[in-house]
Structure formats: structure tokens, C-alpha cells
């Protein structure tokens, strides 16, 4: 059982940077492809960013040219840096991993972007 724990949120000024990062547990991490997704209050969940196995990188509309997702497969680990963040970056945010009959879902972390 592939088990996910994201770490690193927590409250930021507007234009600030954070660092999410996601471990999962597995010994075929990096045959997994990650992803990030938010949920802010009211809303659906969304995708984020995501990074597949070959390392090929997927953003939002709404994120791209703010966040970077990377992957350290060596650590089991994959990261969002998120850099210029403004109130609508406020969510849950929740790493995800999928790999054939494999779909796991961190606890979440909140991310409030306030003054």
C-alpha cells in the first residue's frame, strides 16, 4: 500500500514563495507519475502541476510561470515551488500518485496566502 505525506504549507504575504514537498512510500517511485492538485474553499478540486515518469511537466493555466514541480526520485519525494502567490492560491493542496491500478492521495496541506 503506497502511502503519501505532503508537507510544507502554511501562511504567506502575497508575492511570497512556498515549497510544498510529497513523499510516497513505494519502491517503483519513479515509475509513478506525481501530481499536485488545490482545493480552495467552495471549489472543485483542480490539477496543479504534474510530472510523469520521463519527467515531462504539465501546469495549470493559472499556475504556469509561477510554479515549478520537480521530482527527486532518489528521495521518493516530488516538490512544488510555488513563487509569486496571491489570494487565489489559498487552498488545500494534495499530492497525488498514480501508477496502473495505483491512485494515492496525500492528507493535504493548506496554503492561505494573506497580509
Known amino acids: 500500500q503506497v502511502q503519501v505525506v505532503e508537507s510544507g504549507g502554511g501562511l504567506v504575504q502575497p508575492g511570497g514563495s512556498l515549497r510544498l514537498s510529497c513523499k510516497a512510500s513505494g519502491r517503483i517511485f519513479s515509475m509513478y507519475n506525481l501530481a499536485w492538485y488545490r482545493q480552495a474553499p467552495g471549489k472543485q478540486r483542480e490539477l496543479v502541476a504534474s510530472?510523469?515518469?520521463?519527467?515531462?511537466?504539465n501546469y495549470a493555466e493559472a499556475t504556469r510561470g509561477r510554479f515549478i514541480i520537480s521530482r527527486e526520485d532518489a528521495k521518493n519525494t516530488v516538490h512544488l515551488q510555488m513563487n509569486a502567490l496571491n489570494s487565489d492560491d489559498t487552498a488545500v493542496y494534495y499530492c497525488?500518485?498514480?501508477?496502473?491500478?495505483?491512485?494515492?492521495w496525500g492528507q493535504g496541506t493548506e496554503v492561505t496566502v494573506s497580509s
Open positions: 497525488n500518485v498514480r501508477w496502473r491500478d495505483i491512485d494515492v
Open positions: 510530472v510523469n515518469a520521463a519527467a515531462r511537466r
